[in-house]
């Protein structure tokens, strides 16, 4: 029960800062919100059993793209110029695609039951198997490194393809100077 | 084990953030809270996975050494992990489209640069 109110407590944390970043006009304070935001997902993460996520959460998700927005603010405007002009219909998209989820989520297994089917597939296999084909404790490391090798060439990948996409768009600085001249 | 509302009530909270996220992005006209708007439903979307994945009595999937120890399955830590990386790496990708919008356009807000190309096309 003790869990369960923590739990309760980060969730609604969560919540307050997503409601803060809607309101604040200046920017600034919204980026480090969304830090403030990532950091106590990883706490939850921690709750939830997933020490490995919560770690590449608080290290990848809080700070670096935090230093990413920070980074990129030094080039753009601190305050937003407020228009209110589609509020109403974003209220109206978001409350009714909300109530259809609500709807939806009556058919998903119990949190934390053992028979959910996600349990009953391959996960098992990865927890049995893991030691005698790796030899490694960290059951995510092996299923990240070996078992879905290629999701990771994949993400790489991603990764690969998107530094290449930030080159282009700002190159090295020498560009921008050739076209001013 | 929990029953009823309270099994399921992470999810509830999951699509509150959700919609929070995406009210954010449908309503705001500022490019960089659009992009943070995002970072909010991705976060949610990956609290919903790792939900998903928890087992009641259960540790976190690192072998023990003892037998009939309960594991989380591993499976949506892997997924999520890979989740985390490839969205700072779309967070980088959009916020340098950002910086060329501000550069070509001299504003970050949407409304304004939809204005510069309806000028340039009744032109």
Redesign the interface.
């Known amino acids: 029960m003790a869990e369960f109110f923590i739990n309760g407590f980060l969730v609604f944390l969560l919540a307050v800062i997503a409601i803060v970043a809607i309101q604040s006009i200046k920017v600034f304070s919204t980026v480090m919100l969304a830090g403030a935001y990532s950091l106590i997902s990883a706490i939850i993460f921690v709750s939830l059993d997933a020490v490995d996520v919560a770690f590449t959460e608080a290290a990848v998700g809080a700070g670096l793209s935090t230093v990413l927005y920070i980074a990129a603010m030094k080039h753009l405007p601190k305050r937003e110029k407020v228009v209110n002009d589609n509020t109403f219909f974003a209220l109206v998209v978001c409350l009714v695609v909300g109530c259809l989820l609500v709807w939806a989520s009556f058919d998903l297994p119990q949190i934390g039951d053992p028979m959910a089917p996600i349990h009953q597939h391959v996960g098992p296999y990865y927890i049995t198997n893991t030691k005698t084909d790796m030899g490694i404790p960290n059951l995510v490391t092996g299923v990240l490194a070996s078992y879905r090798g290629y999701d990771t060439l994949g993400e790489t990948v991603v990764i690969f393809t998107a530094g290449l996409g930030v080159l282009l768009l700002l190159g090295d600085g020498r560009n921008n100077r050739d076209e001013n001249e | 084990?929990?029953?009823g509302i309270?099994?399921?009530w992470?999810?509830?909270?999951v699509?509150?953030?959700?919609?929070?996220?995406?009210?954010?992005v449908?309503?705001?006209?500022?490019l960089?809270?659009k992009?943070?708007g995002l970072?909010?439903f991705q976060?949610s979307v990956?609290?919903f996975y790792?939900?998903?994945?928890?087992?009641?009595?259960?540790?976190?999937?690192?072998?023990t050494?003892y037998k009939n120890t309960?594991?989380?399955?591993?499976?949506?830590?892997?997924?999520?992990?890979?989740a985390?990386?490839?969205?700072?790496?779309?967070?980088?990708?959009g916020?340098?489209?950002?910086?060329?919008i501000?550069?070509e356009y001299g504003?970050?807000?949407e409304?304004?640069i939809a204005s510069f190309n309806t000028e340039e096309n009744s032109k």
Not at chain 2, 26 to 30: E, G, M, T, V
Not at chain 2, 95 to 100: D, H, N, S, Y
């Open positions: 084990m929990i029953h309270l099994g399921i992470n999810y509830w909270i699509i509150i953030l959700m919609m929070t996220g995406l009210f954010i449908i309503s705001r006209h500022n960089v809270k992009m943070v970072t909010i976060t990956f609290l790792i939900s998903l994945g928890k087992v009641q009595g259960g540790t976190a999937p690192i072998l050494g309960l594991y989380s399955n591993p499976l949506p830590h892997v997924l999520i992990l890979t985390i990386v490839v969205g700072v790496a779309t967070t980088a990708l916020l340098a489209l950002i910086l060329r501000k550069n504003t970050i807000e409304n304004e």
